[in-house]
């Protein structure tokens, strides 16, 4: 069981670029969830999503980011235009419908 | 009411002391209570869990303890080490919120050698 993988583990974007981040939730877990974490800072919760339904998107910024979770595939974390301040660790984490989330290693986005 | 408090921001303990973080909550249908470590460049990990039909819970140095009257539950870290620096996260959970975790805003933990 591989855990969940985020990849990249590192991103590079320029300012007005787009960057997407990818998620595999672990084997038999349906629930996703994006974080997302500033520098010594908390867990800022993004959004929550089962196979292709968002559930909860209530952290979400309303403007250029999306999520996605297909009923093939890893789940997408998009990010249109970035901007300096998007520069941020993002995690995801899986569960099974019950209790129990596995983070993954997060993906590094820098915006230059 | 889903709020979770955690205290305190940053804590400094000395090895082999014992550190303490506390959370308390608001909403009286959580029924699981986690605790996460971070360390840097990794994501969060779960440590250990507690429901609120016992009142602790120990596994190896790492103890919750859970009081359900008071709407509080903590974190014992016993005899304390280098390694164990890192950041801690209590959460909540309930089945009204698909079991979605409510987060507190996390503790920094130093273990001075």
């Known amino acids: 069981n591989a855990g969940v993988m985020q990849n990249p583990r590192h991103l590079v974007r320029r300012r007005g670029q787009e960057a997407r981040l990818r998620c595999s939730p672990m084997?038999?877990?349906?629930?996703v969830y994006w974080y997302r974490q500033l520098p010594e800072e908390g867990l800022k919760f993004m959004v929550y999503?089962?196979?292709?339904?968002?559930?909860?998107e209530s952290g979400m910024p309303k403007e250029r980011f999306s999520a996605e979770f297909p009923k093939e595939g890893p789940s997408i974390l998009r990010i249109q235009q970035v901007v300096r301040g998007d520069s941020a660790a993002y995690f995801c984490?899986?569960?099974?419908?019950?209790?129990?989330?596995?983070f993954g290693s997060g993906t590094r986005l820098t915006v230059v | 009411q889903q709020q979770v408090k955690q205290s305190p921001q940053s804590l400094i303990v000395q090895k082999g002391g014992i550190s303490i973080i506390n959370c308390a909550y608001e909403?009286?249908?959580?029924?699981?209570f986690p605790w996460y470590q971070q360390f840097p460049g990794k994501g969060p990990a779960l440590l250990i869990a507690?429901?609120?039909d016992v009142s602790e819970k120990k596994e190896g140095r790492f103890t919750i303890s859970f009081n359900k009257s008071a709407k509080q539950f903590s974190l014992h870290i016993m005899d304390s080490q280098p390694g164990d620096s890192a950041t801690y996260f209590c959460?909540?959970?309930?089945?009204?919120?698909?079991?979605?975790?409510?987060w507190g805003a996390g503790t920094k933990l130093i273990i001075k050698p």
């Open positions: 084997k038999g877990h349906s629930h």
């Open positions: 984490a899986s569960s099974p419908p019950v209790n129990g989330y596995t």
């Open positions: 999503l089962q196979k292709e339904n968002i559930i909860d």
């Open positions: 959460a909540a959970s309930d089945i009204s919120s698909n079991y979605q975790l409510i």
């Open positions: 507690i429901r609120p």
């Open positions: 909403n009286t249908a959580f029924d699981y």
